[in-house]
């Protein structure tokens, strides 16, 4: 079993005083920390287009860039699943967002923080699949958060993960390439179209963020994937939003759900536990090595090492 963690490593500058937290917020977790083999990674968002627990779940999976391609392009056909795989083009995933101004230019909420409901995305992919096909664009519905897009002979574009957007700015990431002229357009005319759709007027009145736009990315083929990921690999992004948010109060809390809902009922530590943070992560192995040297003096806060640092 691997479990990902994404948000595990929490700023250096905190790092250490969240370190005595864990002895009785994460009790199990700690033991893990302390019994483990650490290789640390540097997780370049800004180069790879994608958050750090995306860009190891490519590398997981062989994913090779082409080109000038990122790894973002990875995250089309690794979403696709096998709606993508029966053929080996390159696949463009349309995400259903939200997207609003914010004091830095505008704010991206990814699908998973809408509640869609499968007729929503539905009646939404009905509403504008003909003004895709009048730009030469396919559009085929994947599930309820995502639908494969078709683009027309040359099309290009940079590709970010949603998740990475979300936490950043639509403006450090919105396309500007001439090549992507033609789905900047269709993007504002969907905004407009969905603006007064009954659909997002229903889920105002229940509270919810209207679904107004949609954010693409992807663009590598399902053969530049040497595998998918394994069934025994479980994310939990709990730990996500509040470091982001740098709600450490949050952290703890979510920290603590984790212990009570999976490291204690497990028990034993997993074959590899993955931790990250903004720009770093970590793979952790069980080590008998490290438990024996772990009764030595001074061994047993080596995990603090890795845990605050920059790198």
Not at 29 to 34: A, I, V
Not at 154 to 181: E, H, I, K, Y
Not at 242 to 258: E, M, R, S
Request: aromatic share 8%; charged share 15%.
């Amino acid at each position: 079993m691997r479990i990902v963690l994404p948000g595990a490593l929490p700023d250096p500058a905190v790092a250490g005083e969240l370190a005595a937290h864990l002895g009785n917020s994460a009790p199990t977790l700690l033991q893990w920390l302390s019994h483990a083999r650490c290789t640390a990674h540097a997780a370049d968002t800004a180069a790879s287009g994608c958050l750090p627990h995306e860009l190891w779940l490519l590398q997981a999976c062989g994913f090779q860039p082409e080109g000038d391609q990122n790894f973002a392009t990875g995250l089309g056909p690794l979403h696709a699943g096998k709606a993508g795989h029966h053929d080996d083009q390159p696949i463009w995933v349309a995400e259903l967002v939200h997207v609003a101004p914010s004091r830095d230019g505008a704010a991206l909420l990814p699908a998973r923080e809408l509640a869609i409901t499968p007729d929503q995305s539905v009646a939404l992919f009905e509403s504008v699949h003909d003004r895709f096909l009048e730009d030469g664009f396919q559009l085929e519905h994947i599930d309820t958060e995502h639908w494969r897009l078709t683009p027309p002979e040359g099309f290009t574009a940079a590709s970010a993960s949603p998740a990475l957007v979300s936490v950043t700015s639509v403006n450090d990431w919105w396309p500007q390439a001439a090549q992507a002229r033609p789905w900047r357009r269709l993007v504002n005319e969907i905004q407009m179209l969905w603006f007064a759709h009954p659909i997002n007027a229903a889920r105002q009145e229940q509270g919810l963020p209207p679904v107004n736009s949609l954010w693409l990315y992807g663009g590598a083929r399902p053969g530049q994937l040497a595998s998918i990921p394994a069934d025994d690999t479980q994310i939990h992004e709990n730990l996500l939003e509040p470091l982001y948010k740098q709600d450490w109060g949050g952290w703890i809390t979510a920290l603590a759900a984790l212990e009570n809902h999976v490291f204690a009922p497990l028990g034993t530590m997993p074959s590899q536990l993955i931790l990250t943070g903004r720009e770093r992560s970590v793979s952790l192995t069980p080590s008998r090595a490290h438990r024996w040297l772990g009764r030595l003096p001074g061994r047993k806060q080596t995990w603090r090492t890795w845990w605050s640092s920059q790198n």
